[in-house]
């Protein structure tokens, strides 16, 4: 999936969302409308409901860059703190300043997500940086959840898990 960036202040943007849920970060891309901003709020939920530490890091315009430790994604200033709940408005939450990202969320029609990914399929690269990704269908929250869970499941174990 290609990235859409945006101009700010700040330098190039993402137009994504970012999240903390326990110890790890993720990345949700999508087009606009796709529903980025609802999974971000669903999986933060949930990662609270189940006792797990839950942020976000920004929503909609997020800066990424690329260091020792591998993807840092960084909200956008003026929007720090705060995500769309679409025919609400912004909405206050926890929030972190960065995130080292863990996993990649792609939100995409469910006409271009393969039955069966294999691995190759399943990773993205940010410069030097090879991370693991999991498509998800655009407005089906249940099965993004859980792709979502599976993913972090993959990357964490069952202990470890947020969701």
């Given at each position: 999936?290609?990235?859409?960036?945006?101009?700010?202040?700040?330098?190039p943007c993402h137009?994504a969302?970012a999240?903390?849920?326990?110890?790890f970060?993720l990345?949700?891309?999508?087009?606009s409308?796709?529903?980025?901003?609802?999974?971000a709020?669903?999986?933060?939920?949930?990662?609270?409901?189940?006792?797990?530490?839950?942020?976000l890091?920004?929503?909609?315009?997020?800066h990424?860059s690329?260091?020792?430790?591998?993807?840092?994604?960084?909200?956008?200033?003026?929007?720090?703190?705060?995500?769309?709940?679409r025919?609400?408005?912004?909405i206050?939450?926890?929030?972190?300043?960065?995130?080292?990202?863990?996993l990649?969320i792609?939100?995409?029609?469910?006409g271009e997500?393969e039955?069966?990914?294999?691995d190759?399929?399943?990773?993205v690269p940010f410069?030097?940086v090879?991370?693991?990704?999991?498509a998800?269908?655009e407005a089906d929250?249940?099965?993004?959840?859980?792709?979502?869970r599976?993913?972090?499941?993959?990357?964490a174990g069952?202990?470890?898990?947020?969701l």
């Amino acid at each position: 999936m290609t990235d859409t960036r945006l101009t700010s202040p700040d330098g190039p943007c993402h137009h994504a969302t970012a999240v903390i849920l326990g110890r790890f970060g993720l990345l949700l891309r999508g087009p606009s409308g796709a529903g980025k901003s609802s999974l971000a709020l669903h999986l933060l939920g949930e990662a609270e409901r189940n006792g797990h530490f839950a942020a976000l890091v920004g929503d909609d315009r997020v800066h990424l860059s690329v260091g020792a430790a591998g993807l840092v994604a960084e909200g956008a200033r003026g929007l720090e703190g705060r995500i769309e709940l679409r025919g609400h408005g912004l909405i206050r939450r926890i929030r972190e300043t960065q995130a080292l990202i863990h996993l990649v969320i792609d939100l995409r029609p469910i006409g271009e997500i393969e039955r069966l990914p294999d691995d190759a399929a399943c990773a993205v690269p940010f410069g030097p940086v090879q991370l693991p990704c999991q498509a998800v269908p655009e407005a089906d929250l249940p099965r993004q959840l859980l792709l979502v869970r599976h993913a972090l499941l993959r990357l964490a174990g069952e202990g470890a898990c947020p969701l």
